[in-house]
Every structure is written in structure tokens, then in C-alpha cells.
């Protein structure tokens, strides 16, 4: 009875502020629909935000997939002699410690500043090499977690060493690697919003477009962001059901 009493005294004021600002309201839905007709719909702006959210897509998705592979390499010669460890410790520190902008315009007007190559292709590269470090340092932290007597026994029991990296040290490694792969994965997919500086139309820069063209920021930048978010959302589900999958015990509460 109380809580009824309380869900009726609520909508009683609820409704009592909409009517008294239902004017404010209403204005505030009308500018709404303004901003999203500018931002969107008129002379086809949608189309720039296409064009925007297809190459950051697709610097993205590759940067992850080539970062990840190159990754996986500087892991490996992490575990080689002492020499090579070395070098690949280097290269790592020295690309975790040089920001990423000035990486990028690094690469494209010093590097490949004398070829005519397209700068989606320099900015993949880029992200890609970038990424890698910090792919690289997430599986070295993942395998370090591994208990490494349960390599020992699987040898002991007749395990090849395919079989051990199969049913061992893979799974165990993969939902150490998960949650923390894709809180990299994340910043990577937002720092690719820097891709504007070498003159790449991506999400942000087809923002600035549309925001020098309409006047406004605020719908085109809240926009941006929503896309974004999406982005980065849809692909944390995804490894987030990855990671289920790899543990399903750790989920089953």
C-alpha cells in the first residue's frame, strides 16, 4: 500500500512539472528535431558521418588484427636469448613512451613522406605497430599468471607440446589476456579519433565537418560520442562472451 501511495505521489508531481514547463518541454523537443535534421538529413550530411564511421571501422578492426598478430611476435622473441629480449624490450618501451599523435604524423610525413600512399593504409600501419607494444605486454602478463607446474605435470602425464599449448597453456592464458586486451582494445579504438591529423575523414573529423557547416556542436559532437560508445560497446560484448566461454564458471553467479 505504501508503495503505491509513493508511484502516485511521484506521477502527481511529475505531472505537475510537465505542465508547468510543458512549453520549455516542448521547444526543447522541437530544437531537437531541428539539430538533428541539420546534423543528419539536410543535404545528405549522414553521408559524411558514413564515410566517417566505415574508416574508422576499418582502421580500427585492422590495427587490432595486425597489432595483435605483430603482438604476438614480440611475445615470442621476448622468450628468446637475452640479446633478442633486449631489442624487443626496447622497442616496446620506445613505443609506449612516444604519444601516439606524434607517432602517427611521425610515420606519415617522415617515414612514408615521399610516397604517395593512401593515409588509411599509413594510419592502419601506424595503430597497428603501436598497438602491438601494449598486445605484446598483456600477453606476457597473462602467461607470467600461468602456473608453470601444470606444464611440468601435462609433459609428465605424455602431453606433446602441442596438446599442452592446446588444453594448458592456451585457455589459461586467453582468460588471463581477455579483460585486459579489451580495455586496450577500447583506448585504441578511441585513439584512432587522432586519424583526422593526416587528413583521413574518420568519425571526428566528419563532426568538424558537419559542426563548421551547421553552426552547432552540440548534436554533431553528442552524436559522435554515441557512435563511439557503440563502437566501443558492441566489441567489449563481444570478447566479454569470449571470456565467457574461456570461463564460464567465473560467469555462472
Known amino acids: 500500500m505504501k508503495k503505491k501511495m509513493i508511484l502516485l505521489f511521484l506521477l502527481l508531481i511529475l505531472s505537475i512539472f510537465l505542465y508547468q514547463n510543458h512549453t520549455m518541454i516542448w521547444n526543447g523537443i522541437q530544437s531537437f528535431k531541428n539539430s538533428f535534421y541539420r546534423t543528419l538529413l539536410f543535404e545528405d550530411r549522414y553521408k ?90 598483456v600477453m606476457k602478463g597473462a602467461y607470467a599468471s600461468i602456473n608453470k607446474n601444470q606444464i611440468y605435470s601435462a609433459y609428465s602425464m605424455g602431453f606433446t607440446k602441442k596438446q599442452t599449448l592446446r588444453f594448458i597453456i592456451l585457455p589459461q592464458v586467453l582468460s588471463y589476456m581477455i579483460p585486459v586486451y579489451k580495455n586496450e582494445m577500447v583506448s585504441l579504438i578511441k585513439l584512432t579519433s587522432i586519424a583526422s591529423y593526416i587528413s583521413i575523414i574518420d568519425l571526428t573529423k566528419a563532426s568538424d565537418i558537419v559542426r563548421n557547416r551547421t553552426y552547432e556542436a552540440f548534436f554533431p559532437l553528442i552524436f559522435t560520442a554515441f557512435i563511439y560508445f557503440l563502437i566501443c560497446f558492441l566489441l567489449g560484448k563481444l570478447l566479454d562472451y569470449a571470456d565467457k566461454r574461456m570461463n564460464p564458471r567465473r560467469f555462472s553467479k
Open 48 to 137: 559524411i558521418f558514413l564515410k566517417g564511421l566505415t574508416n574508422t571501422i576499418l582502421i580500427s578492426v585492422l590495427s587490432i588484427l595486425f597489432g595483435t598478430i605483430l603482438g604476438f611476435i614480440l611475445f615470442i622473441l621476448s622468450r628468446k636469448e637475452k640479446t633478442i629480449q633486449k631489442i624487443t624490450t626496447i622497442f616496446i618501451r620506445l613505443l609506449q613512451g612516444i604519444p601516439i599523435t606524434v607517432l602517427l604524423l611521425i610515420f606519415y610525413y617522415v617515414i612514408f613522406g615521399m610516397i604517395d600512399i593512401n593515409p588509411v593504409l599509413v594510419a592502419v600501419i601506424t595503430f597497428s605497430i603501436y598497438f602491438s607494444a601494449y598486445a605484446a605486454e
